[in-house]
């Protein structure tokens, strides 16, 4: 599924009016009704008798609210809607639809009451007392910090945040629906319902942990209008990794899942060749090479016993040097792929054989780590030569940065990586001419021709040390079984993110990189039975 912008979500409402006669207060009605079912949901199933209280602001996120009151109202829950507006003589300041629901709401009797009227105390009992808190102040329409009456109604529902449920009416008050940006406060939601598609902001930190699942409702839009909204990015989600990933005919061989090279490691950090090569084979690569620096070789068959190894020169000991570079080039025609960079350090003689293999490399490889830093200290471009059309005809790169190695190879601080991840994922895939995994709390994963990706799919158990070199692992070993550049960096980070799901088992303390490769087989297996996803790895469901 695709999140699309705030500004395509108002074309598609403007195109739905004016070009299929869709009337906004239809639009309205099915949005609060949508809201009402799942706050009958998320109160048991049935509303009758319980307390609800919806705050409502001066727009059509306000209007929702006021329909989901009547709509539950009518089925018999004990309702209070909040107005969170200024007053305009004797009636409050609310837009045309919103203010057509607020008559409609008064005049079926339901309690709509000015927040402001209630001064905190009151208006804290009222909130404490409900069985559903429904948070109606502000949507797609809030620009910047909340303010006035609907500021005051945030920090109000925050008071007692965590002790009654809250549901948030399109997107949590407070959280921009582009960026998922928090100026300020922002109410913190148990559910989030949203309508047409998902946004941005529901799927990006800080506003990604303020939106619980989300709920997408069909709210009336032609599918047309939908289907022609730019998507801001694809959700990545189990149903299309599972597409990606390699079949295993019966009559396989090990020649049949292809021989994957992984050139990573040095003294002192030898584990990242061992992590790398571990989730590789996992991965179901038919055969693994460790190349490695030789003096280290003898050390690392124990740790890796399926894995081939193949000792490479040295620069200093236990580095690699450059003579290495035409060793691991040699490999190259009875290898399928190349992972390099893991734990290879940034030492000048190395830094010097790594350019060398990633400029001449000719089959699919992922450049991560120590690669990468080289690549940023040599001029990236220099050496993928986006321009020279190499990058066009180069059967698949995949580059694996976290956000800091990234700030290296685009010359900006991690701080403005992290303000637009998408933006400068895109940027660097269309510099580097590769597909890039941007790495961090939501990866985003970018492919030169402009297409994106967000992958919900992780937990904070990855965020531990090494969890980037199995990651890389897994990406090199579906290179190695023939799965496109595009195909193998998603399905390896939601692969990455299942496992370390299943690795922290309910709890991310003590998860370990090695506990994460551990369960790489185990993720690939449930994916391809066609297991559904935790719901925490896929918070987007539709509203059927
Ligand atoms: N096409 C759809 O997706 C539909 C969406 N619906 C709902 O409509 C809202 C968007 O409504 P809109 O009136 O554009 O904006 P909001 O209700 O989000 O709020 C605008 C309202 O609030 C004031 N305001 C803006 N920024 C701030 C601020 N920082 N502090 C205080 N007040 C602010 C502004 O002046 C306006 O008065 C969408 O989210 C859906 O819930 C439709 O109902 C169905 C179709
Ligand atoms: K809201």
């Excluded at 060398?356 to 220099?382: C, F, H, I, M, T």
């Excluded at 992780?458 to 990651?471: E, I, M, R, W």
Aim: hydrophobic share 50%; net charge neutral.
């Amino acid at each position: 599924m695709k999140a699309i912008s705030v500004a395509s979500m108002q074309e598609v409402d403007r195109r739905a009016a004016a070009e299929y006669g869709v009337p906004s207060m239809v639009l309205m009605e099915n949005a609060g009704a949508a809201v009402a079912r799942v706050a009958s949901e998320m109160l048991g199933g049935s509303p009758a008798g319980r307390r609800v209280v919806v705050v409502a602001g001066p727009g059509n996120n306000g209007g929702d609210g006021l329909v989901a009151a009547r709509r539950l109202a009518n089925r018999g829950a004990r309702v209070r809607v909040l107005l969170a507006a200024e007053q305009a003589g004797d009636r409050p300041r609310l837009s045309p639809d919103a203010l057509a629901n607020y008559q409609i709401a008064t005049r079926s009797g339901i309690e709509v009451v000015a927040l402001a009227s209630l001064g905190e105390d009151r208006a804290g009992e009222l909130l404490a007392s409900a069985q559903l808190i429904i948070d109606a102040v502000l949507g797609t329409g809030a620009r910047g910090a909340p303010r006035g009456p609907a500021m005051a109604a945030i920090a109000a529902i925050e008071r007692v945040s965590g002790a009654v449920p809250v549901l948030a009416v399109d997107i949590p008050s407070g959280v921009d629906a582009d960026t998922g940006l928090v100026a300020g406060v922002a109410v913190r939601a148990t559910r989030t319902v949203t309508f047409g598609l998902p946004k941005p902001g529901q799927l990006l930190f800080p506003g990604a942990a303020l939106c619980g699942r989300i709920d997408v409702a069909e709210i009336g839009f032609p599918p047309a209008l939908l289907e022609q909204a730019p998507p801001a990015f694809e959700i990545l989600d189990a149903r299309s990794v599972r597409s990606f990933l390699p079949a295993r005919p019966s009559d396989a061989h090990k020649g049949t899942f292809g021989h994957l090279l992984v050139v990573a490691g040095s003294r002192g950090m030898a584990g990242a060749g061992v992590l790398a090569s571990r989730a590789a084979a996992a991965a179901g690569a038919g055969l693994v090479t460790w190349g490695l620096p030789r003096s280290l070789q003898d050390g690392a068959f124990g740790a890796v016993p399926e894995a081939l190894t193949a000792g490479l020169s040295e620069g200093e000991e236990g580095r690699l040097g450059p003579a290495s570079a035409g060793e691991i080039l040699a490999l190259q025609q009875s290898r399928d792929a190349l992972v390099i960079g893991p734990g290879l350090g940034t030492h000048p003689l190395t830094r010097q054989a790594v350019l060398s293999v990633v400029g001449n490399w000719q089959k699919p490889l992922v450049v991560d780590a120590d690669a990468l830093n080289a690549l940023a200290a040599e001029g990236a471009e220099r050496w993928l030569r986006p321009d020279a059309g190499a990058a066009a005809n180069h059967p698949g790169r995949i580059l694996t940065p976290h956000p800091g190695e990234m700030a290296r190879l685009l010359g900006k601080t991690v701080g403005q990586i992290q303000e637009d991840r998408v933006t400068h994922a895109l940027e660097a895939a269309r510099r580097f001419g590769a597909v890039v995994v941007l790495k961090g709390a939501r990866t985003v994963v970018a492919a030169p021709d402009g297409r994106l990706w967000l992958n919900p799919a992780a937990s904070a158990a990855l965020a531990t040390g090494g969890s980037g070199d199995v990651l890389a692992g897994i990406a090199g070993s579906l290179l190695a079984q023939g799965v496109g550049a595009v195909e193998a960096a998603l399905a390896a980070v939601y692969v990455h993110g299942l496992a370390g799901w299943m690795a922290a088992e309910g709890g991310s303390v003590g998860v370990t990189a090695a506990g994460i490769a551990a369960r790489v087989g185990e993720a690939m297996r449930g994916l391809m039975r066609g297991e559904p996803a935790p719901e925490d790895l896929e918070p987007v469901r539709v509203l059927e």
